[in-house]
């Protein structure tokens, strides 16, 4: 009654499927038949009984020495078709495949069951996330490039075949064996995603294998094991584990492989079903239309191997490869004679064989190549599959919660945002990739139940960040406390969505749910960038979980810089290796003891790179942390902003006399000078004055400060020989820091307002010249005084309250010492005249630091990272972060605007295209571009032809300022000359 019943059922079945033509494989239709054929009758007219036979087996094996006699066998006695190999490392298998190869007669398939990549069986191999991750995206490029790159190092590798994707569907969490190897629960996303990367790897020459047909998604025990049954009747087989399949057959893909299940509803007849002629013959090649080649699952399993005759059962059914069985001699022989005895017929074996040879054809299996080993890791483990493995949790990472729109995260300059990662070390990467977008505290806890020696602490920040990072965190009493009591908690899980159902108190009190699915550094690195923006969320969760729906996720858009590899802008990473180069010539030409070099495309920071130390023979190693005296970079990145900024709210206007906001200035020759002359350098006035002699009192010594070198003319400073017994005016400077002496000019040295005031006049009683072109830092120093003037405020607060805070620029402030460690900051010039000391935090720049650390010229700090930030917002036309700083219109006048009399423009410098020689930029560089350079070895330039920043800093004056081979090996150019050739390699 019951195997009637099932005919039934199976009847229906056939019934109700719509007929399928036989579907075409891609592959096959895109072959040169003529020549395949040929080859294929050479081959096949060559083969022996034994050969023939031999071509429908493929062992699984190690790569590892003690292998190689017992493969030799399988190859000279059994004449097997092909291997799949075992878990083993890159070079290992890549020297086994080049033996293998060498000693077959016919070549040989070889396999990889890599469902996520090589690193699935190799040690040594990029490690590309499981496939329920990949469930998480909904972009099938994305996923399909996956499949290319995956396809890539196989091929590298000699790989012919990847027994992937899983296109099970995850229908039953307790499945013990399929879990994170399927793309999620609902079958439309199983195969969208599992056809992307299967066309993936196929569009690279790689074969895909979907398994484990008809569908091992909802089983409770392993075939590994025992034979599962999937109990579901037809309906629900056509709707749900079928549903997959049927798609990727209709998409034209080459390979599949049958599961070791049993399936009443399909007329198994308590077979498995990969040895059921129901199932691989009638339903997958006769009623689905399928054309390609069928491989068994492994025969060693539990679910098949106690079956008599199993190779032969399985041939019958409808494989053309028996794969991984125990005893090779022995289900050789058995298949030998069922041909010998005609229970495989000689038409059969034919048809199985000639389409073995066909796609060994076809995959260009016969024009092998031996594998360079000593290559070989550097070129599977290469930048593009790391820019892959990022990409893909980019694209994953999900929110699933975002109540108030708490998301990207805005207003960095109200919200103090904390960091509590639960189950991480100190060091993690978490935290180290949030504190690149604001100045997040962090804090750890090694369990949830530590978290209670940290309550008081959070109770002062406007966000707390909570992020779990080990299975083993339970959903304490101490953990919903602390998400209750805190203000917009943001829960980040990096674990499996599955987490959410044991987090539910938890979930109910965040306001904001991220999944980013496992703690991988790539998993951390993509969540960072989402939460502020850098990235925007695009995951969807791929299992309905803790009240969540499958599919669930909100869509972000992306506001702020994003972190990444030149290949996610189209850039090969190898094309870069001259700024590598360049810079490590700088080090060993003592131009600098270190450098930071970084580059932005289309928002995303591609190249973030430090080179030497801080010191020379001594010293840290130069990091993403390390800030620099940015010197005349100071114009372009405070004042100017600052200038922008009251441009823009109307408080200015270029064509305004200086006098208009510089009361001292009236009654002098510099009155009359506008803020576009000063702009331009255009005002007439002198270059440089010695501002050190405003300060030193010239009754405290006799003679001149400067002569020929002697024991009193000692020091050495701005390629002179300078006398120290001098003393400063005291009125102006002391040595201990007061009410009165509260202007830092360095380490036990502090300047007086009236110092200010004396520096400020004999900045106005210089000589002004005709209004033509003349470079000079005292235009900045005066543009400072109108910003101060007009704002009620020093320059520092004003730049910090309108940019720097905003943006997130922690490290870009004037006066570093006052917010950071010395540590944090480059040294420059050891100073022997002046400030007769080894100048670290405090400004290099003279009449900078006499105007106590902040001036117009000179006195900005910053690292490379918060720099970037404000060129981006330029680049951005006014935005970042979501909110907006200037008016389109300001910032394209201010970028685009350039002087008839010089190559200045509206406080930028800019390319000199008529004078390579003298333009600060590389020749390939576009007019368009706008930046500048500064004199400790700093520079900037913005391209908005090409939507690039390109950032150089260094500590050139370290120890003195004297010889600038910076300028003379003409580093800064070169490099940029690099990116620019870079850019026109295509990826």
Avoid at 37 to 62: I, R, T
Avoid at 592 to 617: H, Q, R
Avoid at 660 to 677: L, Y
Wanted: charged share 20%.
């Amino acid at each position: 009654m019951f195997k009637k019943r099932n005919t039934l059922f199976f009847t229906f079945y056939v019934l109700t499927v719509a007929l399928t033509a036989q579907t075409e494989t891609n592959f096959y239709r895109q072959a040169d038949k003529v020549k395949m054929n040929q080859w294929v009758d050479s081959v096949y007219n060559s083969l022996s009984l034994d050969e023939k036979v031999g071509q429908l087996f493929m062992p699984v094996v190690a790569s590892n020495s003690s292998w190689k006699t017992r493969i030799a066998g399988y190859i000279n006695e059994q004449k097997v078709g092909g291997v799949l190999f075992s878990k083993g490392s890159l070079a290992a298998q890549a020297e086994m495949t080049n033996y293998i190869q060498g000693i077959a007669k016919t070549p040989l398939f070889v396999a990889l069951d890599g469902e996520w990549g090589l690193s699935m069986r190799l040690s040594d191999a990029p490690r590309f996330p499981r496939n329920l991750i990949v469930g998480a995206i909904h972009d099938e490029e994305t996923v399909k490039a996956y499949g290319r790159e995956v396809a890539r190092q196989c091929r590298e590798m000699g790989i012919h075949i990847n027994f992937a994707p899983s296109i099970d569907v995850h229908s039953n969490p307790l499945n013990p064996v399929i879990g994170t190897r399927s793309f999620g629960e609902l079958p439309d996303n199983v195969a969208k995603q599992g056809i992307a990367f299967a066309g993936g790897m196929e569009e690279n020459g790689v074969m895909a294998v979907a398994k484990h047909f008809p569908g091992h998604g909802d089983t409770s025990e392993d075939s590994h094991l025992t034979l599962p049954t999937v109990g579901h009747d037809i309906n629900r087989l056509n709707s749900v584990e079928l549903h997959p399949f049927q798609q990727y057959v209709d998409a034209g893909l080459s390979g599949m492989m049958l599961g070791h299940l049993n399936v009443p509803a399909l007329d198994t007849n308590g077979l498995p079903a990969s040895l059921s002629k129901n199932v691989g013959q009638k339903l997958l090649k006769d009623q689905m239309g399928f054309t390609g080649l069928t491989f068994t699952d492994g025969m060693a399993m539990k679910g098949v191997s106690n079956q008599p005759d199993m190779s032969v059962k399985a041939l019958l059914a409808g494989n053309d490869v028996i794969l991984g069985v125990s005893n090779q001699e022995q289900q050789f022989q058995q298949v030998k004679q069922a041909v010998e005895k005609g229970v495989i017929t000689q038409t059969m074996l034919e048809e199985k064989v000639r389409k073995i040879l066909t796609y060994k054809y076809i995959l260009d299996v016969h024009n092998f190549k031996p594998i360079n080993t000593r290559t070989l890791s550097r070129t599977i483990n290469s930048p593009k599959s790391e820019w892959m493995q990022r990409k893909i949790y980019d694209r994953a990472v999900t929110l699933v919660k975002n109540n108030d729109s708490l998301l990207p995260v805005t207003a960095l300059d109200k919200n103090r945002i904390a960091s509590v990662a639960i189950g991480a070390p100190e060091q993690n990467t978490f935290q180290k990739w949030l504190k690149k977008y604001a100045g997040v505290t962090a804090f750890q806890a090694a369990t949830a139940d530590n978290l209670t020696l940290i309550f008081n602490e959070l109770k002062d920040f406007e966000m707390v960040i909570i992020s779990v990072h080990s299975i083993r965190i339970n959903d304490s009493q101490i953990l919903q406390q602390l998400i209750k009591n805190v203000s917009n908690p943001v829960l980040v899980l990096f674990d499996s969505p599955y987490t959410l159902d044991n987090l539910k108190p938890t979930t109910a009190n965040a306001k904001s749910i991220v999944v980013a699915y496992d703690n991988t550094e790539f998993a951390q690195m993509s969540a960072a960038q989402a939460i502020f923006g850098g990235i925007g969320f695009s995951g969807r969760l791929p299992v309905s979980a803790g009240g969540f729906e499958v599919n669930s996720g909100i869509d972000t858009r992306k506001t702020r810089l994003s972190y990444s590899l030149p290949e996610e802008a189209g850039i090969l990473s190898e094309s870069l290796q001259g700024v590598e180069r360049i810079a490590l010539e700088g080090i060993r030409q003592r131009a600098y003891p270190g450098c930071y070099v970084m580059v932005v495309k289309d928002g995303t920071v591609i190249y973030d790179k430090g080179f030497g130390n801080l010191e020379y023979a001594s010293g840290s190693e130069v990091t993403d942390e390390t800030v620099y005296d940015l010197a005349s970079v100071t114009k372009a990145t405070a004042t100017v902003p600052a200038i922008m900024k009251l441009y823009d709210e109307k408080k200015i206007r270029l064509q305004d006399n200086i006098g208009k906001f510089i009361p001292e200035t009236r009654g002098t020759d510099k009155t009359n000078i506008t803020i576009r002359e000063a702009l331009f350098h255009e005002t007439g006035i002198v270059p440089f004055i010695p501002y050190y002699t405003t300060a030193i009192d010239q009754n405290s010594f006799s003679g001149p400060l400067f002569g020929r070198r002697s024991s009193l003319y000692h020091a050495r400073y701005a390629g002179a020989w300078g006398r120290t017994d001098y003393k400063f005016i005291p009125a102006f400077i002391s040595d201990k820091a007061s009410d009165k002496f509260n202007l830092p000019v360095a380490e036990n040295l502090y300047a007086s307002k009236q110092m200010h005031d004396a520096l400020l006049k004999d900045i106005l009683a210089t000589e002004l010249r005709s209004k033509t072109y003349r470079y000079s830092c005292l235009n900045f120093m005066l543009l400072k005084e109108v910003v101060e003037n007009i704002s009620k405020t020093d320059l520092n607060s004003y730049v910090k309250d309108n940019f720097y805070k905003k943006l997130g620029a922690v490290t870009m402030t004037f006066r570093p010492l006052d917010y950071m460690p010395v540590n944090n900051i480059a040294p420059t010039e050891n100073d022997p005249f002046f400030r007769k000391q080894q100048l670290r935090g405090y400004v290099h720049d003279e009449g900078a630091a006499l105007f106590g650390g902040i001036s117009g010229n000179a006195g900005l700090f910053s690292n490379a990272n918060d720099l970037a930030k404000l060129m981006q917002m330029w680049l951005n036309g006014g935005e970042y972060g979501g909110e907006r700083f200037l008016s389109e219109e300001t910032v394209n006048l201010f970028t685009k605007t350039k002087s008839s009399n010089s190559r200045r423009g509206l406080g930028f410098d800019k390319p000199d295209p008529r004078n390579n020689n003298a333009s600060p930029t590389s020749p390939l560089t576009p007019i368009s571009v706008y930046g500048h350079t500064g004199f400790t070895g700093t520079s900037f330039w913005v391209d908005p032809d090409n939507n690039m920043i390109y950032i150089f800093l260094s500590n050139r004056v370290f120890p003195e300022r004297s010889p600038n081979r910076l300028s003379t090996l003409n580093i800064r150019e070169r490099i940029q000359d690099e990116l620019y050739k870079a850019m026109s390699i295509t990826n």
